[in-house]
């Protein structure tokens, strides 16, 4: 430590993306909240500039071989840091971990409970102890050996092949076969063996039917092409010369094959969507070996104690535990191994319960948790890691979190705190803010409007900040003006809804109003809206089920459809969107300007330039997705790939093009003076004036981001840079320029993550303006000055997981706060 250590984390000179040559210092040991609008730089300051630094300096020290490529990939832009420790960063991401990542696995307390059953388990008489390797499905030790540990069997059937029987071959009922020519050859010889490829399936003999689908034979047949069925049977019958020879595979064999076999993921993906899966019946879908399966703790596998919610695991645990002690069974180590295993898993299950997270069982995989779930499962397994004199950077850890729960949240910082840590926040909940130690707030606008330290010290100072738009919220939470609720203008009613924990519920949304659903963490508020609700209405307007997600390629890992029918209300809606917080993207190829299509119209205005005109360029010359005016080193992705030895890969910015994308010709043009790499790193609010009314449909692009908070990010603004919410506002940005017609309903899950509270009045007034316009919108909310400004509510819960799925109070919200039962009204009142 050098000697002028004040105890700060002293930043100099940062300039990282929006920072106007911040300097400042941050208190360690202490908890800081960053605070400010959104894009005012909050996460450029923290993680973009002291937690990168850190990493940096963390790389340089195990590989300082590396230390030209780390430069290349990008160091922070600021002058100096001085004082700061290694830094853990918290953020919020999606998944995480690959697909058998579960909450066992990444809390490690799978492996604990492992231990617990290999060393205190009760065995079968004569059966031999077990390494606690055997516990587990993803070992060859302890997978079953039928389903390798999956828990389930893939298979062809005559149903998922055959979805529509009433179609005839040659309508290609035998949907699983490829398409083009190999599936017309699989026609063709079926003719050529005399099935009549021109009669409805389901009118063939069922024997016809399984040799079709199921045979194991291979026979090689003559083919006869483009002539009617009798003429090749007949040509068969007398031997005549053939177009050439095909082999026949049956179709549950095709499907097997190329699932098993096929080095195209796009073909495994085709061909999953004709599996099904059932529970492998070997184990039951246990995932796991007999052996395995026949040691108990408490009467139970390990399959079972893995499938129970957290907080009664713990409670199990400790019943089994206090009745081992009382029980002398000659194996007096046993009840000392489980007891000190027992502690250790109560203690870290306790941790996770407290965070809002005792619903969850450790088999929960972590794919399907929301960003904040994962985030708080990666803080409790901090709190245990007992790290010392760390910098912990968390990314908004109220995400998700029902004020309730907000208790229980800063106890655990507490904890990390109290640990010898620093603990650095990017939050917008004022429970949280208040709670700080001190406060860095940053703004006083987003993005280039952005960028400076407005104030730093404890809370009470910024009382004293002018400038500061959080100031506003933190000291007078203005009671908002009583409005009046609007009445509805129907109702959209639902029986017996059952997904996950909600279990057959009937409930009823009205209709051409605003409505929150709320209620603890857990409580099953998604189950219910996002997935049941959205599902049901978008099978009734006769959508497409659920839109696919990406890279998916396991077949029969889509949930069960949900349960429930609707039964009033669907004659007056006309449309379905849901604004969700998933990323618009995966990779840099998209980006703002190509999501909202407002790129279109950019390319078009290039296109239209007379210098694009005598070089004969057309608008796809200027996408940088297409071969002609990219750059061709980077193929206008304009950063390539380094690799690091033993580190994960990183991104340079291109040499061939410095990060522009396009090729020099394409660069060559211009409109109004800038190239269209300059266009892309224009923001909207820039390019609203540089474009001003050329064209209005760009224009009205344009204004709707910025009415939305928007304006500050660039168009060419990759959608990996994206933020959750700023995802989401895209999002609803591109559907408010559609200007619908007829009565859409809107759904939102979370809408204000991420947001700073006067972005959360900006996003209000966005979506009474949809219900002005006679829509109707259901968000899924935690936040009290939202609900209260919602015309309706439905509280869920009592609890959370089996203890929630029910109505707990609905109303209006002044109704609810006034009269209604459970934690989200009195938490109103409060
Ligand atoms: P906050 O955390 O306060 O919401 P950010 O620090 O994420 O704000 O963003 C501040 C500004 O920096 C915004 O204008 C944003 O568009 C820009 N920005 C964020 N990430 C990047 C990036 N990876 N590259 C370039 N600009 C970025
Ligand atoms: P909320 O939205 O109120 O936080 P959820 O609807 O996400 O609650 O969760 C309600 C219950 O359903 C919880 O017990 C949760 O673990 C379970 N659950 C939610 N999503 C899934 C899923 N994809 N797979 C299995 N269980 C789920
Ligand atoms: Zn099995
Ligand atoms: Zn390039």
């Known amino acids: 430590m050098d000697e002028a250590d004040n105890g700060c984390v002293r930043v100099r000179g ?30 450029s300051l923290a993680f973009g500039t002291i937690y990168a630094e850190a990493q940096r300096r963390y790389f340089e020290s195990v590989a300082p071989y590396a230390r030209r490529l780390i430069e290349q990939a990008g160091v922070p832009a600021v002058d100096r840091i001085d004082g700061l420790p290694p830094a853990v960063a918290l953020q919020q991401s999606r998944g995480g971990g690959g697909t058998r990542s579960t909450v066992g696995s990444l809390s490690t307390l799978s492996n604990a409970l492992r231990m617990l059953y290999s060393r205190a388990g009760d065995y079968p008489p004569g059966q031999a102890l077990l390494e606690s390797d055997a516990f587990s499905p993803n070992t060859p030790a302890g997978a ?14 005559e149903a998922s092949m055959v979805p529509d029987p009433s179609l005839s071959i040659r309508e290609r009922a035998v949907a699983c076969w490829p398409q083009g020519w190999q599936g017309k050859n699989y026609r063709d010889i079926l003719t050529t063996l005399g099935y009549d490829v021109d009669r409805p399936w389901r009118e063939l003999p069922q024997e016809q039917r399984d040799w079709i689908l199921f045979t194991d034979e291979q026979p090689v047949v ?158 409790a397994t901090q709190l245990q890691a007992q790290l010392f004199g760390v910098v912990y950077v968390l990314d908004e850890p109220s995400a998700g979190l029902h004020p309730a729960d907000t208790e229980a949240l800063l106890r655990a910082l507490a904890r990390l705190k109290a640990g010898g840590n620093s603990v650095f926040v990017v939050e917008h909940e004022l429970e949280v803010i208040r709670a700080a130690d001190w406060l860095v707030d940053i703004g006083p ?44 203008s129907g109702w959209l009613r639902f029986e017996a809804i059952t997904r996950n924990n909600v279990d057959g519920l009937d409930v009823a949304f009205p209709l051409g109003v605003m409505t929150a659903v709320t209620g603890v963490s857990g409580a099953g508020k998604s189950s219910l809206v996002s997935q049941a609700l959205v599902e049901l209405v978008g099978r009734a307007l006769g959508a497409a089920p659920a839109a696919e997600e990406e890279g998916d390629e396991l077949p029969g890992e889509t949930v069960a459809p949900a349960g429930g029918r609707i039964v009033e209300g669907m004659d007056k809606l006309t449309r379905l969107v849901t604004v969700d917080q998933r990323p618009i993207g ?105 474009f001003g009314d050329e064209v209005p449909a760009l224009a009205r692009s344009l204004a709707t981001l910025r009415d939305v908070g928007l304006g500050y990010l660039r168009l060419g603004q990759p959608a990996t ?86 109505i707990v109070a609905q109303g209006t ?9 459970g934690i989200t009204a009195r938490h109103l009142r409060g």
């Not at 390319?603 to 990219?630: H, I, Q, W, Y």
Request: glycine share 10%; net charge neutral.
């Open 14 to 43: 940062a300039r990282e993306h929006n920072l106007k040559n911040v300097s400042v210092d941050i208190p360690r040991d202490a908890l800081v909240v960053f605070t400010g609008v959104s894009g005012s730089g909050k996460s």
């Open 144 to 157: 079953c050996p039928d389903c390798h540990g999956l828990g389930k069997v893939f298979d062809a059937t």
């Open 222 to 379: 003559p083919v006869y092409r483009d002539v009617a069925p009798d003429v090749a049977q007949a040509a068969y019958a007398r031997g005549e010369p053939c177009n050439y020879k095909g082999t026949y595979v049956s179709a549950r064999a095709y499907v097997m094959h190329s699932f098993a076999q096929s080095e195209s993921a796009a073909i495994k993906q085709r061909v999953a969507r004709y599996m099904v899966a059932r529970p492998c019946p070997a184990c039951g879908g246990r995932r796991l070996r007999p052996e395995a399966l026949s040691v108990t703790f408490g009467g139970h596998d390990i399959a079972h104690a893995s499938g129970l919610p957290l907080r009664e695991l713990a409670r199990q645990l400790r019943a089994t535990l206090d009745g081992m002690s009382t029980r002398d069974d000659g194996h007096p180590e046993k009840a000392l191994v489980a007891a000190r295993i027992v502690a250790d898993v109560g203690a870290r299950i306790d941790t996770l319960v407290e965070l809002g997270l005792g619903y969850l069982s450790l088999e929960r995989s972590t794919p399907t948790l929301s960003p904040g779930e994962l985030q708080r499962l990666r803080l």
């Open 445 to 488: 606008g987003a993005g280039t409007q952005g960028g400076e330290v407005l104030y730093a010290g404890p809370l009470a100072g910024l009382a004293d900040c002018a400038a500061s738009e959080t100031r506003r919220y933190v000291f007078d939470e203005a009671k908002p003006a009583a409005r009046t609720p609007r009445e509805p």
């Open 586 to 690: 995966r990779t840099p190829r998209s980006n703002l300007a190509t999501y909202t299509g407002l790129f279109d119209h950019v390319r078009k205005l290039f296109a239209a330039t007379p210098e694009a005109r005598r070089r004969k360029f057309d608008a796809g010359r200027f996408s940088f997705n297409v071969a002609k005016g990219r750059c061709v080193t980077c193929e206008g992705e304009g950063f390539v790939s380094v690799g690091l030895l033993f580190l994960p890969s990183v991104y340079a910015p291109c040499p061939a093009c410095r990060g522009s994308r396009y090729n020099d010709d394409t660069l060559a043009v211009t409109w109004n003076g800038r190239h269209i790499a300059e266009v892309l790193a224009l923001t909207a609010d820039d390019a609203a004036g540089f």
């Open 721 to 806: 840079e994206l933020s959750g919410g700023e995802a989401q506002r895209i999002k609803l940005a591109t559907e408010l320029q559609r200007q619908a017609r007829g009565h859409t309903l809107y759904v939102l899950d979370e809408p204000t993550t991420g947001l700073h509270p006067a972005d959360v009045d900006r996003l209000m007034a966005q979506l009474h303006g949809l219900v002005a316009a006679g829509h109707s919108v259901i968000l899924v909310e935690h936040d009290r000055r939202v609900i209260r400004a919602c015309d309706w509510m439905i509280d869920l819960g009592p609890g959370a997981g089996d203890e929630g799925g029910c």
């Open 813 to 821: 919200p002044a109704g609810v706060a006034a009269a209604g039962a």
